[in-house]
């Protein structure tokens, strides 16, 4: 099986993939010792064409790929579309467009809410896969026959998959809803996160505003340490070492040394000295700048018992629809609209979710419809009538 390493081999595949309406793509990369993921290898393929790109051969520019994902004539094809799109964003600084995610359109299909891609596979062309090879370190050269069969065979079955959802959701007349999905996941603000904002990350009880003012300035200046460094964030210090220094608010490298997260010596450091000037500068807030605590939402009486009817009637609705629950509504949706009726503001009350689930579900918690258990199926009437 043929690994592309040369710039005149990319750019003919590239040249033949183009030719198609639809393109499937996958990428294998590592992780684990760093903040950006490292890409380490590029499968692609469009009915009778197939590609593998070594993204790690040295003199190989991959101008032409960038340029196939953002062309705008051919859809690209991913199965969990979130951190092949991270690459391509972080190392060619765009974003793929159009682009069709089956994990997501098999939620909208009713495939269920957690299906993973082998069991996909399986269900649409009764494929089995073979997953052996995993858990592969991707960086290793050369690969094996064994490895590169293993990641071709996650686009090429992805093909299939493809025209399958594709036709159900025309069928269905839901393509307008999985579109209201890509444009989120193709959005820049979703790869290009605010370092400021990086303490929303963290689930954190703080008491006073001086806490929030150094959780706030501490997450963000990991966050820029991290990226800069290209180490994960836990790299730069732990989150428990976040929580206990904007509890214990060191100012010099002796309070710093007795903080139990901190390890012996690290007060010493470059990296703790940069640290303790943002404690310090975050500390010296003026009052009237200190940032507000977020407020505790009261919970109005009742609101429990009206979450669990609302579970009742999402469970209801997605199986009337013919789609997984997850995608419909989340926990949190659920708990907002129990509380807040129509002036939540969540992604169940906005766009096709609002038309499927959301007015329904108002509708409930203001007492116009009820539920019952008729058959043995839950089903809903309208008390008006």
Same mark, same amino acid.
């Given at each position: 099986?043929?690994?592309?390493?040369?710039?005149?081999?990319?750019?003919?595949?590239?040249?033949?993939?183009?030719? !198609?309406?639809?393109?499937?793509?996958?990428?294998?990369?590592?992780?684990?010792?760093?903040?950006?993921?490292?890409?380490?290898?590029?499968?692609?393929?469009?009915?009778?064409?197939?590609?593998?790109?070594?993204?790690?051969?040295?003199?190989?520019?991959?101008?032409?790929?960038?340029?196939?994902?953002?062309?705008?004539?051919?859809?690209?094809?991913?199965?969990?579309?979130?951190?092949?799109?991270?690459?391509?964003?972080?190392?060619?600084?765009?974003?793929?467009?159009?682009?069709?995610?089956?994990?997501?359109?098999?939620?909208?299909?009713?495939?269920?809410?957690?299906?993973?891609?082998?069991?996909?596979?399986?269900?649409?062309?009764?494929?089995?896969?073979?997953?052996? !090879?995993?858990?592969?370190?991707?960086?290793?050269?050369?690969?094996?026959?064994?490895?590169?069969?293993?990641?071709?065979?996650?686009?090429?079955?992805?093909?299939?998959?493809?025209?399958?959802?594709?036709?159900?959701?025309?069928?269905?007349?839901?393509?307008?809803?999985?579109?209201?999905?890509?444009?989120?996941?193709? !959005?820049?603000?979703?790869?290009?996160?605010?370092?400021?904002?990086?303490?929303?990350?963290?689930?954190? &009880?703080?008491?006073?505003?001086?806490?929030?003012?150094?959780?706030?300035?501490?997450?963000?200046?990991?966050?820029?340490?991290?990226?800069?460094?290209?180490?994960? &964030?836990?790299?730069?210090?732990?989150?428990?070492?976040?929580?206990?220094?904007?509890?214990?608010?060191?100012?010099?490298?002796?309070?710093?040394?007795?903080?139990?997260?901190?390890?012996?010596?690290?007060? &010493?450091?470059?990296?703790?000295?940069?640290?303790?000037?943002?404690?310090?500068?975050?500390?010296?807030?003026?009052?009237?700048?200190?940032?507000?605590?977020?407020?505790?939402?009261?919970?109005?009486?009742?609101?429990?018992?009206?979450?669990?009817?609302?579970?009742?009637?999402?469970?209801?609705?997605?199986?009337?629809?013919?789609?997984?629950?997850?995608?419909?509504? !989340?926990?949190?949706?659920?708990?907002?609209?129990?509380?807040?009726?129509?002036?939540?503001?969540?992604?169940?009350?906005?766009?096709?979710? &609002?038309?499927?689930?959301?007015?329904?579900?108002?509708?409930?918690?203001?007492?116009?419809?009820?539920?019952?258990?008729?058959?043995?199926?839950?089903?809903?009437?309208?008390?008006?009538?």
């Amino acid at each position: 099986m043929h690994l592309i390493t040369t710039n005149a081999e990319l750019e003919t595949a590239v040249a033949a993939l183009a030719k !198609s309406a639809f393109v499937t793509v996958d990428t294998e990369f590592i992780r684990e010792t760093t903040f950006w993921p490292e890409l380490c290898l590029i499968q692609m393929a469009a009915p009778g064409v197939t590609a593998l790109v070594d993204p790690l051969s040295p003199d190989l520019d991959l101008a032409p790929f960038f340029a196939l994902m953002a062309n705008e004539a051919v859809v690209k094809v991913f199965h969990a579309a979130r951190q092949d799109i991270e690459i391509i964003h972080h190392l060619g600084d765009l974003l793929p467009h159009p682009v069709f995610d089956t994990q997501v359109a098999a939620m909208v299909c009713g495939f269920g809410d957690s299906v993973s891609y082998d069991q996909l596979v399986q269900k649409i062309t009764g494929a089995q896969l073979d997953k052996s !090879s995993r858990f592969t370190d991707w960086r290793h050269r050369p690969l094996s026959e064994k490895q590169l069969t293993y990641a071709l065979a996650d686009v090429t079955h992805l093909i299939d998959v493809y025209k399958h959802l594709a036709a159900e959701l025309e069928r269905e007349k839901r393509g307008h809803w999985l579109n209201e999905e890509m444009d989120v996941l193709t !959005s820049r603000e979703t790869y290009d996160p605010d370092p400021e904002d990086a303490w929303k990350r963290l689930k954190m &009880r703080l008491r006073k505003p001086q806490e929030l003012a150094v959780v706030q300035a501490v997450a963000a200046w990991r966050e820029r340490e991290a990226r800069d460094r290209n180490v994960p &964030r836990g790299r730069v210090i732990k989150d428990d070492a976040v929580y206990e220094i904007a509890q214990q608010q060191p100012r010099d490298t002796t309070a710093l040394s007795r903080l139990r997260t901190v390890p012996k010596g690290w007060e &010493r450091s470059a990296t703790a000295t940069t640290l303790l000037q943002v404690v310090n500068t975050a500390l010296e807030l003026p009052k009237d700048q200190m940032p507000r605590l977020p407020k505790m939402a009261q919970v109005p009486e009742g609101s429990s018992a009206a979450a669990e009817l609302l579970k009742v009637l999402l469970r209801q609705v997605a199986e009337k629809e013919g789609v997984a629950a997850k995608v419909l509504a !989340s926990g949190d949706d659920i708990d907002r609209i129990a509380a807040e009726g129509e002036e939540a503001d969540v992604p169940a009350m906005h766009g096709w979710r &609002r038309q499927v689930f959301g007015d329904i579900a108002v509708r409930l918690v203001r007492g116009e419809i009820a539920l019952k258990f008729d058959r043995r199926k839950v089903t809903v009437f309208d008390l008006a009538q």
